[in-house]
């Protein structure tokens, strides 16, 4: 089992270019998540997908729009990007919603110019 | 809105003496607390997690304690040892079944 998969592993965009992230998992989880990880800022979610056919907003939604594809496959596009979103994008999965342990992809470098 | 704080920012102990990491949350309704310890340039990976039901849950040198009516909860990491450097992120489940993170704690091993 691969467990959760994100391409591409790095990217560079110029300002205003939009991109999708793409995941996926090969667990059969219900939920899954996008975080963003910033220089002493943690992991902040930015959506999530309960379960297939559910997206909701997490901390820092502005700028992103989500799509749960079907029950493996979770991305992350950014319509029009900005230097802001200059960062680490992690996916990850678990089974249910709150109380089971997320597994994480390997993570998008993603710099913005 | 949920939020987790944790401390210290950065931590560095002598090799073989205990290192602490403290976490507050603020919703009341959540049950769920993993901790994860991230290495350099790699995803962060689950070492420990506790629920509500339960005060203080054991790994061989890791241990995580709660106080639900504090609303904060701690890992411990005993004999510390040189592959124990790395962030350690402590996280909580909110009312949303949303999973929020503490913004993580560098822990550097002194030989």
């Known amino acids: 089992n691969a467990g959760v998969t994100q391409t591409p592993k790095f990217q560079v965009l110029k300002t205003g270019q939009s991109m999708t992230l793409q995941c996926a998992q090969d667990?059969?989880?219900?939920?899954m998540y996008w975080y963003r990880q910033d220089p002493g800022m943690g992991l902040r979610l930015i959506y999530y997908?309960?379960?297939?056919?559910?997206?909701d907003k997490g901390e820092v939604p502005n700028g992103y729009n989500v799509s749960r594809l079907n029950k493996r496959e979770f991305s992350l596009r950014l319509e029009s990007a900005a230097p802001s979103q200059t960062s680490v994008y992690f996916c990850?999965?678990?089974?249910?919603?709150?109380?089971?342990?997320?597994?994480f992809g390997n993570g998008t470098r993603l710099t913005v110019t | 809105g949920e939020n987790v704080e944790q401390h210290p920012s950065t931590l560095s102990v002598q090799e073989g003496d205990s290192a602490v990491i403290k976490c507050t949350y603020s919703?009341?309704?959540?049950?769920?607390f993993p901790w994860y310890k991230q290495e350099l340039g790699k995803r962060p990976q689950l070492i420990i997690d506790?629920?509500?039901?339960?005060g203080e849950k054991k790994d061989q040198r890791i241990a995580v304690t709660l106080n639900k009516t504090a609303k904060h909860f701690s890992l411990h990491i005993t004999e510390t040892q040189p592959e124990d450097s790395a962030v350690y992120f402590c996280?909580?489940?909110?009312?949303?079944?949303?999973?929020?993170f503490g913004s993580g704690t560098r822990l550097s091993i002194r030989p």
């Open positions: 990850a999965s678990s089974a249910g919603t709150g109380v089971s342990p997320l597994h």
């Open positions: 667990m059969n989880h219900n939920s």
């Open positions: 997908s309960a379960s297939e056919g559910t997206t």
């Open positions: 919703d009341s309704a959540s049950n769920y």
């Open positions: 506790i629920r509500s039901n339960v």
């Open positions: 996280a909580a489940d909110s009312s949303a079944s949303k999973i929020i």
